[in-house]
């Protein structure tokens, strides 16, 4: 079992960066690929980045060169480093666990209850 606790999100100005961390438990985190996500509203959920094992990361194109997933395995937390937001980065973020390196939802079997990130302009 992996429980996974997200913080950082907020509000913040268009340009402007956040920093989102997960927190998981669980003695086998880096065996874990870990991923980001979103969900905006009326939106279906979609993935953000994805970290797996030996630092191979994975983004999608609307937030490649903007995002910046990294993660430190002794404590057990994966990052999410958010620069030159936009309005459309607006939504609920979520961090997820998966044995699969990839990024479709239905193989993260773990996820964090989320948090928001509104990005005004």
């Known amino acids: 079992q992996v429980q996974l606790v997200e913080s950082g999100g907020g509000l913040v100005q268009a340009g402007g960066s956040l920093r989102l961390s997960c927190a998981a438990s669980g003695r086998t985190f880096s065996q874990y690929v870990m991923g980001w996500f979103r969900q905006a509203p009326g939106k279906e959920r979609e993935f953000v980045a994805i970290?797996?094992?030996?630092?191979?990361?994975r983004y999608a194109e609307s937030v490649k060169g903007r995002y910046t997933i990294s993660r430190d395995d002794a404590m057990r937390t994966v990052f999410l480093q958010m620069n030159s937001l936009k309005p459309e980065d607006t939504a609920v973020y979520y961090c997820?666990?998966?044995?699969?390196?990839?990024?479709?939802?239905?193989?993260?079997?773990?996820w964090g209850q989320g948090t928001q990130v509104t990005v005004s302009s």
């Open positions: 970290s797996g094992n030996g630092g191979v990361t």
């Open positions: 997820a666990a998966s044995r699969i390196f990839g990024s479709a939802i239905s193989s993260y079997n773990y």
